[in-house]
């Protein structure tokens, strides 16, 4: 049972840098999420999906893009990484459907990214 | 643009002690609020709420909705050391478009619990 897995768990990126966060579920889930966690500020939406193509903006995209080419997987891209965006970075999945509603989101391991 | 806020923003408390954690929210079109409990890594669910009123329950633990206050508590009753964790809530909402399924938390309560 895989359910949500990010990778990588781990990275240090230098200021400038670029990078790709990846996150895959195997839950044919339509909807995804990335958040950033930061102390005291509990998880905040970076970007969201509510299926295969498209993207919508959270509270705090700046920064951040996104894609979801393929209906498991939702990618988080750092152009230039910023101290600012050290953090660490949830990606989450849930569905809806006509009978039951919309489930709560699955969350991932977490990546945890510093920015030096 | 939904808000959700908690408190306290944290708590400290002996084995055996019963707790209150309290969400409040403003969201447009709610849908349903969730509970989560977070130890070292991935938060993990405890309860959705849609209906006020009902209370749901697992173990020691329970929580309630009220739809006119707008609000949501979290009970834990003879609380454990185990039970020491950020507790966190969260929205769901609909404003339109592609804005249904999003999930807006608040900044969490962390709850220690001594021996």
């Known amino acids: 049972n895989a359910g949500v897995t990010q990778t990588p768990k781990f990275r240090v990126l230098k200021t400038g840098q670029s990078m790709t966060l990846l996150c895959a579920q195997d839950?044919?889930?339509?909807?995804m999420y990335w958040y950033r966690q930061d102390p005291g500020m509990g998880l905040r939406l970076i970007h969201y999906s509510v299926g295969e193509g498209t993207t919508a903006k959270g509270e705090v995209p700046d920064g951040y893009n996104v894609s979801r080419l393929k209906k498991q997987n939702f990618l988080l891209g750092l152009e230039s990484a910023a101290p600012s965006q050290t953090s660490v970075y949830f990606c989450?999945?849930?569905?809806?459907?006509?009978?039951?509603?919309?489930?709560?989101?699955?969350f991932g391991q977490g990546t945890r990214l510093t920015v030096v | 643009e939904d808000k959700v806020v908690q408190s306290p923003l944290s708590l400290v408390v002996h084995e055996g002690d019963t707790v209150t954690l309290n969400c409040s929210y403003e969201?447009?079109?709610?849908?349903?609020l969730l509970w989560y409990k977070q130890e070292k890594k991935a938060p993990t669910f405890l309860f959705m709420l849609t209906s006020s009123g009902i209370e749901k329950k697992s173990g020691r633990l329970s929580s309630i909705l009220d739809k006119k206050e707008l609000s949501s508590i979290l009970n834990i009753t003879a609380t454990q050391t185990g039970d020491s964790a950020i507790y966190l809530c969260?929205?769901?909402?609909?404003?339109?478009?592609?804005?249904?399924?999003?999930?807006?938390f608040g900044q969490g309560t962390i709850l220690t619990v001594h021996p």
């Open positions: 839950m044919n889930h339509e909807y």
């Open positions: 969260a929205v769901r909402g609909w404003a339109g478009g592609t804005s249904y399924g999003k999930l807006t």
């Open positions: 989450a999945s849930s569905y809806s459907s006509r009978g039951n509603g919309h489930t709560e989101a699955f």
């Open positions: 969201v447009t079109n709610f849908r349903s």
